[in-house]
């Protein structure tokens, strides 16, 4: 069995073409959650990454399949 590769945060953003604020924030809101620590850096598995990526995506998209009709801002804050 293969250990899964544990990136820092801002590297885990730049794969998931995110800003490292976002990664923080899915933290924050409970959509990502770290799966261990080096020094005080949170390190994260590319997979679950991938997967608040793919989630926060999906709540961006509302009826009609169209970006930003979910009746949320960017930061996924109702408006």
């Known amino acids: ?3 899964p590769t544990l990136l ?4 885990a953003a730049t794969e ?4 490292p ?3 923080r924030k ?3 809101l409970g959509r990502l959650s770290p799966a261990g ?3 005080r850096a ?3 598995r590319l997979e679950d990454v991938f997967a608040a990526e793919r ?3 999906g709540a961006r998209v509302g009826r009609g399949g169209r970006p930003g009709s979910s009746g949320r801002d960017a930061q996924g804050v109702r408006a």
Do not use: C, N
């Open 8 to 11: 820092t945060g801002a590297l």
């Open 26 to 28: 899915w933290v924050q």
């Open 21 to 23: 604020a976002t990664i």
């Open 42 to 44: 949170q390190l994260f």
């Open 37 to 39: 620590k080096q020094g």
């Open 55 to 57: 989630d926060a995506r």
């Open 1 to 3: 069995m293969t250990t």
């Open 16 to 19: 998931a073409g995110v800003s």
